[in-house]
């Protein structure tokens, strides 16, 4: 059993950066996928980055490539997601999941097998 906790959300401006961090509980193995989600008010939760735990492979959604960073730190079984650049329509709550076993559809919610509570982040224009 895996538990993740989310932290870092925050309210910023426009063209602001937020770090959000993912500390997981539990054994994370090599055939672990972690990943980051959002779900604005009124949508459907969506993929934002994910990165595997064994090599770093990195996958983004196009909408945050470019101006978000996902990665982990081994030692700390955490996952971070460096967001800068940020846009209003990035206002979300952020959900971080863990996949047990990589089967390349790290974009589907019903993928992941664990998840955690969300951490509000609020972009101002």
């Known amino acids: 059993q895996v538990q993740l906790v989310e932290s870092g959300g925050g309210f910023v401006q426009a063209g602001g950066s937020l770090r959000l961090s993912c500390a997981a509980s539990?054994?994370?193995?090599?055939?672990?996928?972690m990943g980051w989600f959002r779900q604005a008010p009124g949508k459907e939760r969506e993929f934002v980055a994910a990165?595997?735990?064994?090599?770093?492979?990195?996958y983004y959604a196009d909408s945050v490539k470019g101006r978000f960073t996902i990665s982990r730190d081994y030692a700390k079984n955490t996952v971070y997601l460096q967001m800068n650049s940020l846009k209003p329509e990035d206002t979300a709550v952020y959900y971080c999941?863990?996949?047990?076993?990589?089967?390349?559809?790290?974009?589907?919610?019903?993928?992941?097998?664990?998840w955690g509570l969300g951490t509000q982040v609020t972009v101002s224009s």
């Open positions: 539990g054994r994370i193995s090599s055939s672990y996928v």
């Open positions: 999941a863990a996949d047990r076993k990589y089967s390349g559809s790290y974009y589907y919610v019903s993928e992941y097998d664990y």
């Open positions: 990165i595997k735990w064994s090599g770093g492979i990195t």
